[in-house]
């Protein structure tokens, strides 16, 4: 059977067949087919393309079998392709094999803290690859699902590629993918397609009412396919946060040297360590695991190698030991606020001030590969609504780290910077 594409999944097909392209990401609201155009391509591709291999990936295997792969074996259903007789879906092993010998291996893509570097794909040999929902992963992780894909390429004269969906997100593919299109600077090898709900005849009418009656950010999204939305609440401006990473440096020689430390707790999280100039984040040290004695050594290690003046550390469980033994300041996010500034504690006192040092153009960093985490972190921020006491406050650790799986080390040792300039530097009413 024949399957019938809407107008821009046609497109994207076509997108596909072109040599030049490898990367294409149809992004956009809910119920616009992207799932169902990312199964018909991989079954296209394993029929047309004996004994190749391909992989289907999301962030949590566990999602990628309750939906995408539903929505395969509905497509393969449409095609006339029935399991057990022309594939075979293997449950165990993730793993779907056609009668001629192509593969499709369904893979979990999120980042986990025990594989940073994502070796469990270190093996693979693919001839293309569908990431679903693209969003929720790491622009690492897409990029070393791309750097597997050269099975069998010369065999049947192909390109390397990609095809990527997405609902909008503020993150790496915004800045990766739907801006430099609206701009019309997306790079060659790449190419976006925006989806909406409407794109689809097949679209139900109720779908479209549920999508509706969603909260303002949510409908945005998912119903209009909004890429520019704003959630409610949040503290920092994405655009700001690209441009810290972009923006030119300051004069280098001039200011004090700082030490930042958000300390693993109880052996769990990352340590993450900033030493700064000035503003200016101008090293970094991430360790998975270190007890407390060895981490003290670190730090006065590179307290002096870096000639640190200030070094503060979180002070929170185990780097109360930290403090301790290495004799820095301690940072306890729950203490009171600076000069009795109208915040619930410092830990919201200083986001506030971070996020208005960033948006004065005031605070860059130096180095690009913590880029996207530490955007990914600090755009999970939020001003809760005022407290029955009239203070301000902000979503708590436990909730970003609900949101993405990790807790925002990076972001809090960006945060503890601001301690010294609201102590130091008369900062105090600048926010």
């Not at 956009?28 to 169902?36: D, H, I, L, M, Q």
């Not at 393309?49 to 395969?72: A, E, V």
């Not at 440096?249 to 990352?270: F, L, N």
Request: charged residues 30%.
């Amino acid at each position: 059977m024949k399957i019938k594409l809407t107008k821009k999944q046609t497109k994207a097909i076509k997108l596909l067949n072109k040599k030049s392209i490898n990367e294409v990401l149809f992004g956009g609201s809910a119920g616009g087919g992207k799932s169902f155009l990312g199964c018909v391509w991989i079954i296209y591709c394993c029929v047309k393309y004996p004994q190749s291999r391909w992989l289907i990936g999301r962030s949590k295997l566990k999602n990628l079998k309750q939906t995408t792969l539903r929505t395969f074996f509905e497509v393969a259903n449409m095609m006339d392709l029935q399991n057990e007789v022309h594939f075979n879906y293997n449950a165990q092993s993730g793993e779907i094999t056609f009668y001629n010998g192509s593969e499709v291996i369904l893979k979990d893509l999120f980042l986990y803290p025990s594989d940073p570097n994502f070796d469990a794909l270190g093996s693979l040999e693919l001839t293309g690859a569908f990431i679903d929902e693209v969003n929720q992963i790491s622009k690492k992780a897409k990029d070393i699902v791309q750097s597997r894909i050269r099975f069998k390429l010369e065999d049947y004269n192909l390109t390397p590629k990609m095809f990527m969906s997405c609902n909008p997100a503020r993150n790496w593919v915004y800045e990766e993918f739907y801006k430099p299109w609206k701009e019309n600077k997306i790079k060659d090898y790449r190419a976006f397609i925006p989806a909406l709900a409407t794109d689809n005849p097949n679209i139900s009418p109720l779908y479209l009412e549920n999508l509706a009656r969603l909260d303002d950010v949510d409908k945005q999204r998912l119903l209009e396919g909004n890429w520019e939305y704003s959630e409610e609440g949040m503290l920092f401006d994405f655009d700001q946060l690209v441009r810290m990473f972009t923006e030119e440096k300051h004069e280098k020689g001039r200011d004090s040297r700082y030490m930042t430390i958000d300390v693993a707790r109880e052996g769990k999280d990352k340590t993450v360590i900033f030493i700064w100039e000035g503003l200016d984040v101008i090293h970094h040290v991430v360790e998975d695991k270190s007890n407390i004695m060895t981490l003290s050594e670190t730090i006065n290690e590179l307290e002096r190698e870096w000639r640190v003046s200030y070094t503060i550390a979180d002070e929170d469980g185990v780097g109360g030991g930290v403090v301790d033994v290495a004799r820095v300041d301690g940072f306890r996010g729950g203490a009171s606020p600076v000069m009795k500034e109208n915040y619930a504690n410092l830990r919201t006192q200083c986001y506030h001030y971070l996020a208005k040092t960033i948006k004065h153009m005031r605070i860059y960093s130096y180095d690009s590969t913590i880029k996207e985490a530490i955007i990914q972190e600090l755009a999970q921020i939020k001003r809760v609504k005022l407290g029955s006491d009239g203070k301000y406050t902000i979503n708590s650790k436990d909730d970003i780290k609900q949101r993405i799986g990790r807790s925002p080390d990076y972001a809090d040792a960006l945060m503890m910077r601001m301690y010294y300039e609201i102590y130091n530097s008369g900062l105090v009413g600048y926010v």
